[in-house]
């Protein structure tokens, strides 16, 4: 089982333009064959299936540990679909329905506005959803970890290239953390499947051949050593990953390390706005609020929301809703 | 982010007969419309795209705390599978190739034996893949509730029914433990949406209208007062469910109560052995061991694995690892 | 817009054995390629979006009526199916949840009974859901004709094969009668584009080539001279049909004719008894019946259900409501 | 089995501008997941599959006649979309293939040109096909009701947003009926769980919170009071409606009815003009035109179409086919 | 089993300007319900299916040889797509990773840029994956001939449509031979059904009604009597086709003729440029080129590629690639 | 383009016993993700959208030409399904529709019987149809050439599972020649990657981890030496695939290859008998014929057909189609 933790992986900006073609080219990163989706589930039922786990706990340990860590990247991959959607509807004359969508008819992924509300879907970014046929899990060690070597790949494909495509200050901040990261689980998998085969697929990094340092965005990540650290998201298990990464990193040569802390530190997402035009989290979202106001007195909990959200948030929501609303 | 822990929600028993065809009907449970997948991924989906979350805290950290309770429930019916399928393929001669497979012909679900190895997999009970059109995160409050309480039923309803089609002990475990958990969500969304718009869904409940106690199965939870409680799956987080699950429960007028745990003690799972004829975790499974042996020695592990598996499983393994390899 | 007629278009036999796995094969009529809801969908669309139809009367007239006689057809199959599975779940002990199911583990459609209420689905007989990919509406009246020909044909194929795989009652007075009214459709197609173009396609008729009159369950149709005529499903609109469908039968020679009643006397449907194991209509179900009673009261309805059913009905539900509940 | 009658449930706008991306996003009503086919095709499935029906009777005849309703919705979004696209395709220059679809490259949905004729298709908003899979039908009277209520929601959360994206006269028009007609059905399901139940789930009208009120194409349809109203769909079945669909609306106090004629008025629908670039009805349509005309006259039918069309469209279909021929 | 040659069977024109919205548009005569994937392989499983071939050679025959022509045409279609996207994305600054795809947010088919290198999907103009639905092989002659004409008539339809939306160049010579040799295997196989039942199929010849003479640029293969003749894809076999493919062509009363070659001369592919945005076939495409080069030496092959490429080639990629690097 | 040859790759048995429960398992090679149609549309997509080719020629000329390789696969494993669905259905009253798929109700992929002619369908074990989802063509020559290798890694493990489950003499003469062609393509990709990068991938050969010599369907094919060599499959081209095909075999340290010969001699595959309850190719099969040599007459050819079919096929017809009759 897990615990969830309110904090997102890496800061992401808060919205600023909005850019809905952006953000459904976004998509592709979270819904896509080689997306975060895709690596999250396929990690997770492998470990689910892992057999004799106790005869080959460092393998074991590895491919629960990363897939951990992927659950936190589908949820900066919709964090910032939802940072790129946010604005995107008109709120001029909010008391009323009206043409606020009128400007999005044609532009981007139709159900971030009419199924969803301004929101990330699991769908690709053709607006085609994920499925369970992107997961593979054939129970064989080195079948799987190749696979997994292999989808690493497709993904890093993936983000290269809407990083190429989408200049939204968001997209980039997540492409950016996303490719440092991918490049440590590439070297992971290589690494396993070399001290079980001996094959040496640390010569097949980085494909796509771009160096991350070469990346802007990636910078401020490899300056943290972000591209040789695996995290072990959780207290007290996964201790025998220390058995499988380590060593060199192939470009660098300096020495791979497991995190002594268990996860990044993170930093609060942002508390994105109303968008009342498709009714999230309401028409009339004060409403909403005052409900729960009432309920958190009734419970006794304190005046302020106890949960913490990004500094910038508060001042954002104010403007924005007060925009909404006026 | 998550942090993952290495226990399942509730014990489960070790593999016991096989039962192939069983298996197949338990993955409705897992990917089917209203599986575990299902209500996991809606809730997540929820709780990433929720907008204005400090204005609606409490609603934000039941949605988002709900999530977290379902990864474990995924975890659960992929484990109970593989249980169920464990000893399915023959291990008589276990050197070549041979028709270790044949009994298998024509029974289940084929993707566990072809595709991959004796193992869960994100499919329904006919096979089918689970897919993005199974979410609903329309980002409306009121909505996304309606309809989670609506997946709730629909949950218990499959739960019902695969419970009164597979008597393997595995399947049942599992669904008395779900009955009652899914009940208490049922009842969370229910007491949301009648706090929000003053609409008494409890008076839907139970829905079917199977009462828990009923079942033998569910009893030992009932007992342990499951139906009543909420997991907060977070330290410190989401600490508003309280403004949210409070009050009586519907059909015993007992007290809801948020639980003073992060999450319920659970307990390790078996370690489920080798299944050679399907290669998993390899054709010859004791290299592997030794590959890994060597090194946790190299990386300065202790000389047991680290990791806690379910006490009975030393055994099981030593007993039916025996028999593959004989 | 249409009316809604309480009778189906042909008896069906009451529930005798039921019969899953034939039931699973039958919902290739339902929800396959060349199924039923393919015909009426089909030609649904294509007369929904009918260009000129005023210019091109006749055709149009004869699309639109085929499809309201389509749905009909939809119908029977499900009724068909229903009566099938009807007996399937066990009753032997209906208070608590049991193992009702259990002899179906591994039986027939498992949707049937962990989806639905042992009825039918808009799905095939692999158990995939039926899709909008199979409408063809090209506009072009001469394509869409050539393609309704073609899927007569195929529905024909499919109508055949299921009658030599399923000997249960019900599914043989099915294809039976549906076979008669294929081919009429069959033929009206065929005619439409002779008249157009000039093309004898009558002389592919009929394909595959098994003459109806072979087919015993065939014969009370053609006696009756159901293989000759069309029904207009509509009192006062369809008059057109006439242009078109008129001359011989290509096989007898026998003048086709366009009915003066607007649809086939038919049946009142048997009204199937409750299954309680799958909580259809509910796990109590005389609770319900108890509720509707006091409603009917409270409008001031007539004390018996106005709404008529086959005759044999009341004594089957009787005697299998009471089984259920013993 | 049904009666088709030629006449839609409300009146539509003769074309004007085409509007091919916003006909794109009207495809939600029709192939979404919440969509009219849905509607259609749920209630329908459930009214085929209801076991026990005289049992409870009032709900069946609820269930059934809504089902007949929603056949005449899917018709309504059809003509709709079937409006938008007329004139989308240049018709300068009408005798040889020429680029006449140019301007359409990579606006809307490219199968309504591409594989249809400028026509309505099972699809949503994505160019995806609607499934099987978003029919529900358990056979659990309380869980099919409650699934309708939450289908109800969705479906009018899509309206509301595809009435702010799509300002065609006609997209309007269609919206402000279908919104009406939609919350009657919302308050009927509500209505139904709570005299089976109790449960107040009127509280929970509307959702979305925009009272249909506020919007100006509803109002028409508020005076005629189509908000209060059912019809029937049948002459003489579905009386028991009576006992489930009355009392006060929730949010007026009005008093529910059951209309005492079986259907709307509703209008006849425009005959729209041909699309020769998309051959539809054929590439030279009045050659098909002559043919008719000759098979009418030869079956002894009246000089004029005898099947009755919007008064505007003789007008209409020669000043457009006019255009397309010169 | 197949020899594979090294020639297309028609000239198309280098790339020019590129056009990915009409890439996007043409991917439905690749991968649509009625592209060429689908023509492939439905008259390929058809004639692997085929039984008692010995006593039906001359239709076996026909659909086997038909099937090896439309191999061809997938790859016709693939280069044009590929064509058409070459130079669609900036290669202004290619030493890093930049904003290179920025233009294309939002036009085409993003999986053109996001997934594939600018390179054919087997997907149709809405980014649907091709899917074997679109296999028809009922093993019934009549019926699968009747589908084929069927689907060679939806395959026109499709043909024209693109053309007449997308004016590149190379969907225009595209789309000119297609037609004319779709028009080909329309004919054979209606002249297959007739001498098989007599059912005059040719007069629904052309459907849709434009005759290919009207076409600009079928013109030129018209004059080459290609829309006379069936070549038989092989030295050898399918010498039986000349007892079906013989009479006159309906159109022009020409006598219809068996090649006495074995297939189109054709011409050479382009061999076009290097997409290093899209890292196709790298990033630094210099690099495999050296590999490759030295590969060759060692190989002792000569110094200059073996494989034959339109002679234009060779200064296009220069100049592309000069571009690409500087 | 192509040329296609009457012969198929491999000799299979004649039809003996059927297995239509082992044909459905065997679908799995077909249309599985990692089956036949998998691989060969892989390579072709990929080698139709080769970029610069002429700069990475030996790299082309590998992928162009195993995908010629793969066509052949494809029809081995449709006429292994074809072989054991052949006798499924029973023949023993052949003039009448009657119950002569009764025994297979429930038994294998009921599209084999309700939708085919008991031949061969694009779709996997669970009767789900193959799509181009399954396709990766990234234009990256590097990733494209590690997912192949991950490809025929996932391609070797369904083999052997099917080995495993399928004893039927046709499947094993089937899966014992692909495991052995398998490994020359999984030896090829890995030595692409390795003369590209530099890594070893050799090293995870083979994989899954059971040597095909202790296979016996296997050994006849190693002692040919078809683990070591390349065929051409082109009398002209891909010439330059010796530069990246030698080397020794990882595992017996012989040479690697080129054949001098296009292709494997092959045989020519069994004419399969009609199965007249599926109508295939007719419920009178013999009309048929009557018709094919009355036309071979008129078109001058030989008496006897002038397509080979393997020796033994006259007598099996003879045989079969009698008892078909009788």
């Known amino acids: 089982m897990i615990r969830r933790i309110e904090r997102i992986q890496t800061e992401l900006p808060p919205p600023s333009d909005p850019d809905p073609a952006g953000a459904a080219a976004v998509q592709e990163l979270l819904g896509g064959k080689f997306g975060e989706m895709s690596t999250f589930l396929n990690y997770t039922f492998q470990s689910f299936n892992f057999r004799n786990k106790q005869g080959a706990r460092p393998f074991y340990d590895l491919v629960a540990n990363i897939a951990a860590e992927e659950f936190g990247h589908v949820e900066l991959v919709a964090k910032t679909i939802n940072t790129m959607l946010t604005g995107a509807s008109s709120t001029r004359n909010g008391k009323a329905p009206s043409a606020a969508l009128r400007d999005l008819k044609?532009?981007?992924?139709?159900?971030?506005?009419?199924?969803?509300?301004?929101?990330?879907?699991?769908?690709?970014?053709?607006?085609?959803?994920?499925?369970?046929?992107?997961?593979?899990?054939?129970?064989?060690l080195v079948e799987d970890l190749t696979h997994n070597f292999f989808l690493e790949t497709g993904a890093r494909n993936g983000k290269l290239k809407v990083y190429e495509m989408v200049e939204h200050p968001a997209a980039r901040a997540l492409t950016g953390y996303l490719l440092v990261r991918g490049g440590v689980h590439q070297l992971a998998y290589a690494r396993a499947l070399e001290l079980l085969t001996g094959a040496d697929l640390m010569k097949l990094f980085p494909s796509p051949r771009i160096p991350t340092e070469k990346i802007p965005e990636c910078r401020p990540h490899l300056e943290r050593r972000e591209h040789?650290?695996?995290?072990?998201f959780s207290q007290e298990d996964f201790q025998e990953v220390t058995a499988v990464f380590r060593g060199p990193h192939p470009e660098t040569g300096e020495e791979l390390e497991v995190a002594d802390v268990p996860h990044p530190v993170g930093a609060p997402a942002h508390d994105l706005p109303p968008q009342p035009a498709v009714f999230a989290p309401d028409y009339a979202p004060e409403e909403i609020a005052e409900i729960a106001q009432k309920l958190r007195k009734q419970a006794g909990l304190p005046k302020e929301p106890t949960g913490q959200v990004s500094e910038e948030s508060a001042d954002l929501v104010e403007t924005l809703v007060g925009n909404a609303r006026s």
Chains 1, 2, 3, 4, 5, 6 share one sequence.
């Open 106 to 140: 044609g532009v981007g992924n139709p159900h971030h506005f009419l199924a969803g509300g301004q929101g990330a879907l699991p769908q690709n970014s053709q607006g085609r959803p994920w499925n369970g046929d992107y997961v593979f899990s054939s129970g064989d």
């Open 228 to 232: 040789l650290r695996l995290y072990r």
